[in-house]
């Protein structure tokens, strides 16, 4: 991101490629919505290039790559449709019927949660998201946050809480 900063945006490319996967899959838990997913990480390598000269060497690159990451996250929030969320079908989609008996029940198992996890609110999601799916460490989402890595801990134990009781509301098992 240095060379970037310095001027050589040809250097965005590698960074793109090493982080569009990680940034994608962020957007796809965040938002429920692949296309928009898809566009939102374009947004955030078109506002690295505009913001290069925000980059400063003695923070981690992923850290300000996250912050970026989350403003344009609440901008598209804000232009969307407040009753529009996930779409049912794209998360309890079932496989055919040739699979095995096992493999159905542990792709219901990832449906539940992933529709568990889409119903926590967007900071709970969020914190999840960071910690356990894209694995930023306590530092790093402290430091996006802007808070101490305690106060992170908690929000990650709280959110793992109430993920755990919406599963359990969803499959009608006792939480654990």
């Not at 900063?5 to 569009?20: I, N, T, V, Y």
């Not at 506002?47 to 344009?72: C, P």
Request: net charge neutral; with cysteine; charged share 30%.
């Amino acid at each position: 991101m240095q060379a970037v900063r310095e001027g050589d945006a040809s250097r965005l490319g590698l960074l793109f490629e090493r982080h569009q996967t990680a940034l994608y899959g962020f957007y796809v838990r965040m938002t429920g919505d692949r296309q928009a997913s898809e566009d939102l990480v374009q947004e955030v390598f078109f506002r690295m290039l505009k913001y290069r000269h925000t980059y400063r060497e003695d923070g981690r690159f992923t850290t300000w790559m996250y912050h970026i990451a989350r403003n344009v996250q609440a901008d598209w929030f804000r232009t969307k449709l407040p009753d529009a969320g996930f779409e049912d079908e794209e998360w309890e989609r079932l496989p055919g019927r040739e699979r095995t008996e096992a493999l159905v029940e542990s792709q219901q198992e990832a449906a539940l949660v992933r529709l568990a996890l889409a119903r926590l609110p967007d900071d709970k999601r969020e914190v999840l998201v960071l910690s356990r799916f894209q694995g930023l460490q306590y530092e790093q989402i402290a430091e996006l946050l802007d808070c101490e890595v305690g106060a992170v801990k908690v929000r990650v134990h709280r959110a793992l809480r109430s993920l755990r009781e919406i599963y359990s509301e969803l499959t009608g098992r006792k939480a654990s």
